[in-house]
């Protein structure tokens, strides 16, 4: 990211909102199939960030969607709105949800045996399933 240290954003209606500071941790972009399925999209693109570095206002909701994957989304609108792990310490906001374009770009991909044939290969570092390091 920018020279900025606070980014803010939200969800499609305004319902939630959040802010974070400092650096994120790693931006990825993401093609398993429930990043594909929740996003409507071909891929999830996600800034990580220490727990700590982002503030939620507005009320969430939460599923399930791995092991130890939380995702919460606005009960507004369906917007999502954030990604928590039980086993890490970190939260992966979703990069279109920042109010500003151009602040980051993805350093990797993850999941890529599911990326669509269509898409740019070699851009970043591929990875056929999680990131080994």
């Given at each position: 990211?920018?020279?900025?240290?606070?980014?803010?954003?939200?969800?499609?209606c305004g319902a939630v909102r959040?802010?974070?500071?400092?650096?994120?941790?790693?931006?990825?972009?993401?093609?398993?199939m429930t990043c594909r399925r929740v996003h409507g999209s071909a891929f999830g693109a996600y800034v990580i960030f220490d727990r700590n570095a982002?503030?939620?206002?507005?009320?969430?909701?939460?599923?399930?969607?791995s092991q130890a994957g939380r995702r919460h989304f606005c009960p507004v609108c369906g917007s999502v709105a954030f990604m928590t792990y039980a086993d890490r310490d970190e939260i992966d906001v979703p990069l279109g949800a920042f109010d500003e374009t151009g602040l980051v770009e993805p350093a990797y991909e993850l999941w890529c045996k599911h990326?669509?044939?269509?898409l740019p290969r070699g851009a970043r570092p591929e990875y056929d399933e999680e990131r080994t390091c």
């Open positions: 990211m920018n020279e900025q240290t606070t980014y803010e954003g939200g969800c499609a959040f802010r974070a500071t400092g650096a994120p941790i790693r931006v990825g972009m993401c093609h398993c982002v503030s939620f206002a507005g009320r969430t909701q939460a599923w399930r969607s990326k669509e044939p269509w």
